[in-house]
Nanobody, 119 residues
Framework: QVQLVESGGGLVQPGGSLRLSCAASGSIAIIYTMGWYRQAPGKQRELVASSGDSPNYADSVKGRFTISRDNAKNTVYLQMNSLKPGDTAVYYC???????????????WGQGTQVTVSS
């Protein structure tokens, strides 16, 4: 059983910063990628950032958000600076991993953490 547990969401004023964390736990053999998605009310879920040798960012967050990963802790972070009201959404952690070397890779999701940017 694999779990992704997010933390760090909350209410912040425009221009402020937040740092999200997501820790993967359970039966994990290999983690290929970890990343963050978000879903605002009435909108589809969208990719925010994905980790890797060349991290990938949504155009709307480039220069403001930074994704990082601690492989020893199976944890991914999202540092969000210069937050805007348009960043308000539920943020979901995502991981593509193998539970064992004898199983295919599978995608997992966290439960989501609310980020609200408002004055």
């Amino acid at each position: 059983q694999v779990q992704l547990v997010e933390s760090g969401g909350g209410l912040v004023q425009p221009g402020g910063s937040l740092r999200l964390s997501c820790a993967a736990s359970g039966s994990i053999a290999i983690i290929y990628t970890m990343g963050w998605y978000r879903q605002a009310p009435g909108k589809q879920r969208e990719l925010v950032a994905s980790s890797g040798d060349s991290p990938n960012y949504a155009d709307s967050v480039k220069g403001r958000f930074t994704i990082s990963r601690d492989n020893a802790k199976n944890t991914v972070y999202l540092q969000m600076n210069s937050l805007k009201p348009g960043d308000t959404a539920v943020y979901y952690c995502n991981a593509l991993l193998r539970s064992s070397l004898f199983q295919h890779s599978k995608e997992y999701w966290g439960q989501g953490t609310q980020v609200t940017v408002s004055s």
